[in-house]
T-cell receptor, first 113, second 112 residues
């Protein structure tokens, strides 16, 4: 399983764009990159998934360079409610049945006024 | 869809007692994962099933832990006997095959 490395914590002011970068040097050909968000006392929530280039949804954007050895989760104009732990994971996205995802320590994002 | 449903939300039990945690998958999902979360160790994968079959139980701490899927929509995680170090939040998650899991709200277990 590809190991991921991401900053332990980040701070931001409300209204700013936040970019969290994750390294996954040993990513395999079949691996997809996925990000989860976890609020206190809740289970992780899937945010976004991508394989290469750029993916955007209503919550975030995911930027993946050509070598796929890293990825950046971009949260536009964060608010206080975006304060959470963000996890970057890689896993085989090609199989019809799921492969396991191993969560690291995540990035604790603190948004303040 | 009501999502992944876990019960109970909170469980307090005495050391040595049997504890059973329950999880109902989202209809149509065929993979089920049990995770445990503590401050010290973060989120740990305990076991996962594909199509009701246990695929990897290497994360189960010891023989006191067991998990079953009696049918395609339901799973239990049992701890017998429980110990204080088992205190944690236990999450189950399901998916239809992608790596976009849906997690339940968790069961907070306290063993005293």
């Amino acid at each position: 399983l590809a190991k991921t490395t991401q900053p332990i914590s980040m701070d931001s002011y409300e209204g700013q764009e936040v970019n969290i970068t994750c390294s996954h040097n040993n990513i395999a050909t079949n691996d997809y990159i996925t990000w989860y968000q976890q609020f206190p006392s809740q289970g992780p929530r899937f945010i976004i998934q991508g394989y290469k280039t750029k993916v955007t949804n209503e919550v975030a954007s995911l930027f993946i360079p050509a070598d796929r050895k890293s990825s950046t989760l971009s949260l536009p104009r964060v608010s206080l409610s975006d304060t959470a732990v963000y996890y970057c994971l890689v896993g085989d996205g090609n199989t019809g049945t799921a492969s396991k995802l191993t969560f690291g320590t995540g990035t604790r994002l603190q948004v303040t006024l | 869809d009501a999502g992944v449903i876990q019960s109970p939300r909170h469980e307090v039990t005495e050391m040595g007692q049997e504890v059973t945690l329950r999880c109902k998958l989202i209809s149509g999902h065929n993979s089920l994962f049990w995770y445990r979360q503590t401050m010290m160790r973060g989120l740990e994968l305990l076991i996962y099933f594909n199509n009701n079959v246990p695929i990897d139980d290497s994360g189960m701490p010891e023989d006191r832990f067991s998990a079953k899927m009696p049918n395609a929509s339901f799973s239990t995680l049992k701890i017998q006997p429980s110990e204080p170090r088992d205190s944690a939040v236990y999450f189950c998650a399901s998916t239809e095959g992608s790596i976009g899991y849906t997690f339940g709200s968790g069961t907070r277990l306290t063993v005293v």
